[in-house]
């Protein structure tokens, strides 16, 4: 079975660009998550969705950030215009309601490098 | 507020020994799930255990054990028989269903020696 899918794996990109991530959950997960992880701040949880529906989207650094999922199997997180500061790995995660303990399964991660 | 505490930024072990990794938490809920994840140089986030709070019995799983204490709000790691594959980041996770949120600790490097 395929695991959560990210895309692109790698991205270098020049200071106010727009940068799209995208995340391919595993099918039937009803949960996704996007978490940050920085050298200073760690893991960070960014947002997560339920059934498609944004729910608690409190770890967005700023308006220049911003997640959808249009449907169950494909999300979206934008940076728009992207700065240095946003050079980190943005990790993808999916679980099958994880109130009832499932475990949460993270992408590989997409690298990115704001110069 | 929800918290995650690893006070352990780097460990070493040789390899074949034994290794204990700590992890504190705060949370006032009674449900919740606490995790360890490994991450390799690759940067992939692998579970390596998993343990539901309302369950006394420590998680095992293969080479990899907890040691759980509710009241003291401590998850520590064992790893056995260390192997030079375990090289990674550990970090310690919790998750509450009142916040339907993962809190990561800070991470632990652990080095295995030859």
């Known amino acids: 079975d395929a695991g959560v899918i990210q895309s692109p794996r790698h991205e270098v990109t020049e200071m106010g660009q727009e940068v799209t991530l995208r995340c391919k959950p595993i099918?039937?997960?009803?949960?996704l998550f996007w978490y940050r992880q920085t050298m200073m701040r760690g893991l960070e949880l960014l947002i997560y969705?339920?059934?498609?529906?944004?729910?608690?989207d409190s770890g967005m650094p700023e308006d220049r950030f911003s997640a959808k999922m249009p449907n169950a199997s494909f999300s979206t997180l934008k940076i728009q215009p992207s700065e240095p500061r946003d050079s980190a790995v943005y990790f993808c995660?999916?679980?099958?309601?994880?109130?009832?303990?499932?475990?949460?399964?993270f992408g590989e991660g997409s690298w990115l490098t704001v110069v | 507020a929800q918290t995650v505490t690893q006070s352990q930024p780097e460990m070493s072990v040789q390899e074949a020994e034994t290794v204990t990794l700590s992890c504190t938490y705060d949370?006032?809920?009674?449900?919740?799930?606490l995790f360890w994840y490994k991450q390799p140089p690759s940067r992939q986030m692998i579970l390596v255990i998993r343990?539901?709070?309302?369950?006394?019995q420590n998680a095992t799983e293969n080479r990899f054990s907890v040691n759980f204490q509710k009241a003291a709000k401590s998850f520590s790691l064992k790893i056995s028989d260390s192997q030079l594959g375990d090289t990674a980041m550990y970090f310690c996770?919790?998750?509450?269903?009142?916040?339907?949120?993962?809190?990561f600790g800070q991470g632990t490097t652990l080095q295995v020696k030859p």
């Open positions: 996770a919790l998750f509450t269903g009142n916040t339907g949120k993962l809190i």
């Open positions: 343990q539901e709070a309302y369950k006394q």
């Open positions: 969705f339920n059934n498609n529906v944004p729910i608690d």
């Open positions: 995660a999916s679980s099958l309601g994880p109130y009832s303990g499932n475990t949460i399964y």
């Open positions: 099918s039937g997960h009803d949960y």
């Open positions: 949370t006032s809920e009674n449900n919740y799930y």
